[in-house]
């Protein structure tokens, strides 16, 4: 249970990180913005090139059109707002989302190839399309590029752009006052601007790109997916949404945690483990509720995600034998394709450096995913060893790389070199606010109000004197999970049960963590998730 103020002070391994004293000081000091900054950001911040994209497209709207997308849930969720939102205008697109194995990523020329006229609209793709779409213009087809990614940038750090007859992409030009949407976000924008509406639907889609792809939660973005979760827990969202989310058993309350750890992951399963498999996640989002078959296709997706997490579990006990040195690069020829960057992302975070993983194709060639840490830009460390890859794209904090058979070593040594070895994020032990029995209530109202928490406003960290009463205490889950059960709040550690036995079960704990919301059968408690825990001894 949560114990009172005590008069003697207990010692910690952890400090508290400022003088903050309300968790409007610690989104002050994590974003930079003021509270009224931050809670009333610009709606619709200007995106250059949306208006004449737009009319761009209105101008050809009787023409046949293909829609262009990417096999993650970013480039799935664009393309299904962009398929159904041209339908509200009565135009039916076709769609085409590349298949991860046997085709890779983004607009292909193989792929202009299938498309004889008409328009072409990339999302989340198409900036480092240079050879795709110069081919897609001589053979006369109308191009228009929607994306988030960085431009490609030749030798000397020029940037380079397609040749495309319009182009909406704010990471690749320098007047947009917003840089912050996902593929999926800037794909909803430009519905918007062509239909002169909201869509509450779609925006639910983009909401839930936007929290998966990790873009930062400030501005527009926290906005789009505040509304996105609030119409979402209101029962809107597309039929195979609605599907995805009964086959999961998630009926209300989501938050951007159920975003981000549960769907994001189970719209993005598929598309790693199959070639198709981000076409099978794309139908399921296009299905209207007549569809029979929708619940047992949504079921599937759910059923991926769960051999998805097999394969990671099994993987990573050996990629962990391959780390030799930092940043982190290695190589297993047996390592699927849909999970290197999944692998990358967990090495990143364990050894707190930049990581790159690479697998075998069946041609011969490497294909790599990186993942890096604040305050290290992939894309650009990239850009300055371009000559040692075939190729490669990506923006600060997640890259795709491709490697000729037999170059593994010289990519190894140019990265390493250019990050540098001691690159690493050394974790801390500081804490944010501490929780008391007089606070809990409060903390948890100021945590609602500037919440969506996640990339770019991280939920604060606080430290909560616990003790852990007689008979309280019980794995659950998988017998990994601890739960300490309190009248006020509970508490629940992932993975942590253990390592409390190996603690000998101390009765008295300093709890570092999150303050959660736990709805069950309508009712709300408190729950604090565990992050790291210490026993709390009296100082001498």
């Known amino acids: 249970m949560l114990v009172p103020d005590q008069g003697k002070e207990r010692k910690s391994m952890y400090e508290k990180r400022d003088s903050s004293q309300r968790i409007a000081d610690v989104v002050h000091r994590n974003t930079g913005m003021d509270t009224d900054t931050f809670l009333h950001p610009e709606r619709m911040p200007y995106l250059a090139g949306l208006h004449e994209a737009a009319a761009c497209f209105m101008a050809h709207r009787d023409e046949p059109v293909t829609v262009v997308g990417d096999y993650d849930v970013d480039g799935i969720c664009a393309t299904a707002i962009l398929v159904l939102g041209l339908r509200k205008l009565g135009i039916r697109a076709a769609y085409r989302l590349p ?3 046997s085709e890779g990523y983004g607009l292909s020329e193989a792929i202009i190839d299938e498309i004889r006229s008409g328009v072409v609209v990339t999302c989340d793709n198409g ?51 917003y840089r912050g949407y996902c593929g999926a976000g800037i794909a909803y924008r430009f519905v918007q601007e062509i239909t002169g509406a909201e869509d509450v639907d779609l925006k639910i889609l983009a909401s839930l790109a936007t929290v998966a792809d990790v873009m930062p939660l400030t501005g527009a973005n926290r906005l789009l997916v505040q509304e996105g979760l609030q119409e979402l827990n209101q029962g ?78 099994e993987a990573m006990p050996v990629a962990r034998r391959l780390v030799k040195g930092t940043p982190v690069v290695i190589y297993h020829p047996d390592f699927g394709e849909g999970i290197i960057g999944l692998i990358a992302g967990n090495l990143q975070e364990e050894y707190h450096c930049p990581a790159v993983v690479f697998t075998k194709c ?24 371009q000559d040692t890859m075939a190729g490669y794209g990506g923006h600060a904090g997640a890259a795709g790389i491709r490697l000729e058979a037999g170059k593994l070593d010289e990519f190894r040594n140019a990265f390493q070199a250019e990050i540098g070895e001691d690159t690493r994020e050394i974790p801390d032990r500081k804490y944010d606010l501490d929780l008391t029995r007089k ?5 948890q109202e100021e945590l609602q109000c500037f919440a969506p928490f996640g990339e770019g406003n991280p939920k604060p960290l606080l430290r909560m004197p616990f003790h852990v009463s ?53 009712e709300c408690r408190m729950r604090f998730e565990l992050v790291d825990f210490e026993t709390r001894e009296e100082q001498s």
């Open 439 to 443: 606070n809990l209530l409060s903390v």
């Open 236 to 313: 809107g969202g597309v039929p195979g949404l609605r599907a995805i989310l009964t086959a999961m058993g998630l009926t209300d309350h989501l938050t951007e945690e159920d975003y981000g750890f549960k769907l994001g992951p189970v719209c993005n399963a598929s598309g790693r483990l199959y070639d198709d498999g981000a076409e099978r996640v794309l139908q399921v989002l296009l299905s209207d509720g007549d569809d029979p078959e929708l619940p047992e296709r949504a079921e599937a997706l759910v059923r991926a995600n769960q051999t998805r997490k097999q394969i990671l579990s």
């Open 99 to 101: 298949r991860r194995f």
């Open 470 to 522: 007689a008979g309280s205490y019980r794995r659950i889950g998988d017998g990994s999970h601890l739960l300490f059960k309190g009248r006020t709040c509970s508490v629940l550690g992932f993975s942590l049960a253990q390592r409390y036995e190996e603690a000998g079960c101390p009765a008295d704990l300093w709890c570092i963590g999150h303050l959660q919301e736990d709805w069950y059968q309508g």
């Open 127 to 177: 900036i480092a399309a240079l050879e795709a779409v110069r081919k897609a213009k001589r053979k006369g087809l109308t191009v228009i590029v929607t994306d988030h990614h960085q431009a490609v940038r030749d030798r000397e750090g020029r940037c380079v752009l397609p040749e495309a007859d319009a182009l909406v992409d704010p990471n690749a030009e320098e007047t947009s006052t």
């Open 362 to 385: 069946e041609d011969g060639s490497l294909k790599g995913s990186g993942r890096s840490i604040p305050g290290v830009d992939l894309k650009q460390a990239l850009d300055r060893i």
